[in-house]
């Protein structure tokens, strides 16, 4: 009798949390993963957005793939470490200010190339904007479960990754645009998923929620610039 009776609380719980379409509400610890992710992505945006405007007046070059690569990797790996103490804070901003030094030649490269450059930026940081406040919106509000997308979104961005950089060494155009537009897809396909891992308890790292989102903002980005530049630039 016993048994039944916490077998019977133990589903009167479930249902309790799971409304009608099998939706999951957040608890409160997921509200604060999730307060706390978008309080210190908005600060980590502001830091790259002040951080690519100084590299921008100050007319530095772009690092190279090589140093980008090593700084990216050597960075996220370092805020994976530290993801649990308030160092883990520090190699965030250090993460995000370092990416948006590589994003400041990349913007004015475009603003100097195109006649356009200047509109073509301010289009792609718009439907970046536009599509993150979408994406994030219908992960929270939909009762579909995306947890699926885990493996396959993993997959995806290695092989894009990849060959992206294919597309640079070896001067392939054609490829870097495809690139481009499958890792728009993915970036879209990362945030709902991301979202929702903090929204059913399965992401309680802010930190390392915050560092996913920020990549796949900043990748969106400068996704969609090139693809802009390619179908709208003018020179």
Same mark, same amino acid.
Not at 31 to 60: D, E, Y
Not at 74 to 81: H, I, M
Not at 108 to 127: E, K, R, T
């Given at each position: 009798?016993?048994?039944?009776?916490?077998?019977?609380?133990?589903?009167?719980? &479930?249902?309790?949390?799971?409304?009608?379409?099998?939706?999951?509400?957040?608890?409160?610890?997921?509200?604060?993963?999730?307060?706390?992710? *978008?309080?210190?992505?908005?600060?980590?945006?502001?830091?790259?957005?002040?951080?690519?405007?100084?590299?921008?007046?100050?007319? *530095?070059?772009?690092?190279?793939? !090589?140093?980008?690569?090593?700084?990216?990797?050597?960075?996220?790996?370092?805020?994976?470490?530290?993801?649990?103490?308030? *160092?883990?804070?520090?190699? /965030?901003? $250090?993460?995000?200010?370092?990416?948006?030094?590589?994003?400041?030649?990349?913007?004015?490269?475009? /603003?100097?190339?195109?006649?356009?450059?200047?509109?073509?930026?301010?289009?792609? =940081?718009?439907?970046?904007?536009?599509?993150? /406040?979408?994406?994030?919106?219908?992960?929270?509000?939909?009762?579909?479960?995306?947890?699926?997308?885990?493996?396959?979104?993993?997959?995806?961005?290695?092989?894009? =990754?990849? $060959?992206?950089?294919?597309?640079?060494?070896? &001067?392939?155009?054609?490829?870097?645009?495809?690139?481009?537009?499958?890792? $728009?897809?993915?970036?879209?396909?990362?945030? /709902?998923?991301?979202?929702?891992?903090? @929204?059913?308890?399965?992401?309680?790292? +802010?930190?390392? $929620?915050?560092?996913?989102?920020? @990549?796949?903002? +900043?990748? !969106?980005?400068?996704?969609?610039?090139?693809?802009?530049?390619?179908?709208?630039?003018?020179?």
């Amino acid at each position: 009798m016993n048994d039944r009776f916490r077998n019977d609380s133990y589903q009167a719980t &479930q249902a309790a949390t799971l409304p009608a379409g099998g939706a999951r509400t957040m608890d409160e610890g997921a509200r604060k993963v999730l307060r706390n992710t *978008w309080n210190l992505l908005a600060m980590t945006l502001l830091f790259s957005a002040g951080t690519a405007a100084l590299s921008m007046s100050q007319g *530095w070059p772009h690092p190279g793939i !090589l140093i980008t690569l090593v700084g990216y990797f050597g960075l996220l790996f370092l805020t994976y470490a530290l993801r649990n103490s308030a *160092w883990g804070l520090v190699s /965030v901003f $250090a993460l995000t200010g370092f990416m948006g030094l590589t994003l400041g030649p990349i913007i004015s490269a475009y /603003v100097n190339i195109f006649s356009n450059g200047h509109a073509l930026v301010i289009s792609a =940081f718009a439907a970046t904007g536009i599509s993150f /406040v979408a994406l994030s919106a219908f992960a929270l509000t939909t009762k579909k479960d995306f947890s699926f997308l885990g493996s396959f979104l993993f997959a995806g961005i290695l092989v894009a =990754f990849l $060959a992206g950089l294919a597309a640079y060494f070896f &001067q392939l155009s054609g490829l870097a645009l495809a690139v481009s537009a499958i890792f $728009a897809v993915l970036m879209c396909g990362l945030i /709902v998923f991301q979202t929702q891992e903090i @929204v059913r308890g399965g992401e309680r790292n +802010y930190i390392m $929620a915050t560092v996913t989102l920020f @990549v796949s903002i +900043y990748n !969106l980005f400068t996704s969609l610039l090139h693809l802009f530049g390619f179908f709208f630039g003018e020179e």
